[in-house]
């Protein structure tokens, strides 16, 4: 079955960096996620991207965050300057058409120390 | 927005024993997916199920669409089915998934 791969699987920051969660959707698939959870709390969305382009972000996509589609198979989640509180579960989801079910990656655990 | 309540937060089993998770959602819907998070933290999907029944071993999930609640069922548990079940529902087609708090589930030998 096809997957959505994240890399890398776990990344120890310290505050002020800048990180790149990279994410290889399943390769038909036209709509790319990321979601995040702090440990313990469920999980959030943070944007959407489609036709390379934001389709919509929540209030937590703030400026730190940036998303870019670099070439036709990598879909890349940057924070430009960690804070602690971005300690957390970064998951990256795909689906080929609307309505259709979503594939979630593996999740890429962020710590910020 | 679209609010996903699960029930019960947490259910402690064991193995062996039967289960059902419940997840209420507060406007109408056409997907809803369940999740089992792992204890490394993988969300993996157990089902895509906007309406109707479907079976996949000794899981089973059911949507009633009309009124707005899904039902997952876990038969003759064990322990490897311990984690946390999340059910998650769109705004609408391709938006947003909100996810529910989850229901933490032990199973014990």
């Known amino acids: 079955e096809p997957e959505v791969t994240q890399t890398p699987s776990h990344q120890v920051t310290q505050m002020g960096q800048e990180v790149i969660l990279r994410c290889v959707p399943i390769?038909?698939?036209?709509?790319f996620y990321w979601y995040r959870q702090i440990l313990g709390q469920k999980v959030e969305f943070l944007v959407s991207?489609?036709?390379?382009?934001?389709?919509?972000k929540s209030e937590i996509f703030d400026d730190q965050f940036s998303v870019e589609r670099p070439d036709g198979s990598n879909f890349t989640l940057k924070i430009r300057s960690t804070k602690l509180e971005d300690s957390a579960m970064y998951f990256c989801?795909?689906?080929?058409?609307?309505?259709?079910?979503?594939?979630f990656g593996s999740g890429t655990r962020l710590t910020v120390v | 927005g679209i609010q996903v309540e699960q029930s019960p937060p947490d259910l402690i089993l064991q193995e062996g024993a039967n289960s059902t998770l419940r997840c209420n959602f507060s406007?109408?819907?056409?997907?809803l997916q369940w999740f089992h998070q792992n204890p490394w933290g993988q969300l993996i999907n157990l089902f895509y199920?906007?309406?109707g029944t479907k079976q996949n071993g000794r899981l089973s999930a059911t949507t009633v669409a009309t009124e707005r609640y899904s039902l997952l069922y876990i038969s003759s548990s064990q322990t490897t089915d311990s984690g946390v079940y999340f059910c998650?529902?769109?705004?609408?087609?391709?938006?947003?998934?909100?996810f529910g708090e989850g229901t933490q589930l032990t199973v014990n030998p």
């Open positions: 199920i906007p309406s």
């Open positions: 989801a795909s689906i080929r058409v609307l309505g259709g079910g979503y594939t």
């Open positions: 998650a529902v769109p705004r609408t087609s391709g938006s947003r998934l909100t």
């Open positions: 406007d109408s819907v056409n997907n």
């Open positions: 991207f489609y036709n390379n382009e934001i389709s919509e």
């Open positions: 390769s038909n698939h036209l709509y």
